[in-house]
């Protein structure tokens, strides 16, 4: 087995975990501006951090977003992304409240 730069180590393991994960917006109506997206970006970024989480790339769209994170062995993803959705919806609405408001459909983004 051959180590590359992407690998983890730790005293007694080599780990490359990555995770693709598709955020998409309510009915994938077409609700994300550049502004909001810019956000978004910058709060994943922010949580991804305080997991040990490294994104290592970020994709956008008007309704949706695509992440790429490595991550080390001791974080749960539902976790991981529990917090991504919690963080970045929770900023936005603050930030945006009335475009998110206008498309927002029984109190979900």
């Known amino acids: ?15 490359a975990l990555h995770v693709h994960l598709v955020f998409v917006t309510n009915y994938r109506r077409a609700v994300l501006d550049p502004a909001m997206l810019t956000c978004s970006e910058q709060a994943m970024r922010k949580v991804c951090s305080g997991f040990s989480a490294e994104p290592a790339e970020f994709n956008e769209q008007d309704n949706h977003l695509h992440l790429l994170v490595t991550y080390p062995p001791k974080v749960a993803i539902s ?13 936005l609405r603050a930030e945006f409240t009335g475009r998110v408001n206008q498309h927002a459909t029984h109190g979900h983004f």
């Not at 959705?85 to 900023?91: M, Q, T």
């Open 79 to 91: 976790a991981l992304v529990n917090s991504l959705k919690g963080v970045s919806a929770r900023r």
């Open 1 to 15: 087995m051959t180590s590359g730069a992407d690998d983890r180590r730790g005293r007694h393991v080599v780990s």
